[in-house]
């Protein structure tokens, strides 16, 4: 066989393709191993807190995201199709007038995103939202 640019350059694209489409389950399990982390294994709950995003983003650089967990410590963000999933951290002292935020945060694509937030008790709650995004925000 002899090996051409040709067929370098296909053998490469081959490679480049199977690698990045065997890698893409793994952001999932990236999110669930921060989770599990985060949280020392306990058992999380959900319905405490509120997560509001779009259904769908026309654009993943900028999607709109605000959360609400009366009684949280802090509330942490992941987006499950993200290469770091860990988006945001918002911290909360005694003093807080209200356990809430908002930001935007940018997108790889469609995606779940996650609200976990740690309670004064020191529990632990939940709460997900899916966001179909038309355009990519990270490098799509």
Do not use: H, W, Y
């Not at 296909?10 to 389950?25: C, H, I, N, Q």
């Not at 769908?56 to 987006?79: M, Q, R, Y």
């Not at 911290?91 to 004064?120: C, H, W, Y």
């Amino acid at each position: 066989m002899t090996l051409t640019r040709r067929k370098t350059l296909a053998l490469g694209g081959s490679a480049l393709a199977f690698a990045s489409f065997a890698g893409a389950p793994a952001f999932a399990s990236l999110t669930d191993d921060a989770i599990a982390e985060l949280t020392g294994g306990a058992e999380i709950g959900e319905g405490a807190i509120t997560l509001t995003a779009p259904e769908i983003a026309e654009n993943g650089n900028t999607v709109p995201i605000s959360v609400d967990a009366p009684g949280a410590v802090a509330i942490t963000l992941f987006a499950d199709g993200n290469p770091v999933p860990a988006v945001a951290t918002f911290n909360f002292g005694p003093l807080s007038a209200s356990r809430s935020a908002s930001t935007r945060i940018r997108l790889a694509g469609t995606q779940d995103i996650v609200a976990l937030a740690k309670m004064e008790d020191g529990s632990f709650q939940r709460a997900s939202a899916n966001v179909k995004v038309t355009i990519g925000g990270c490098g799509g």
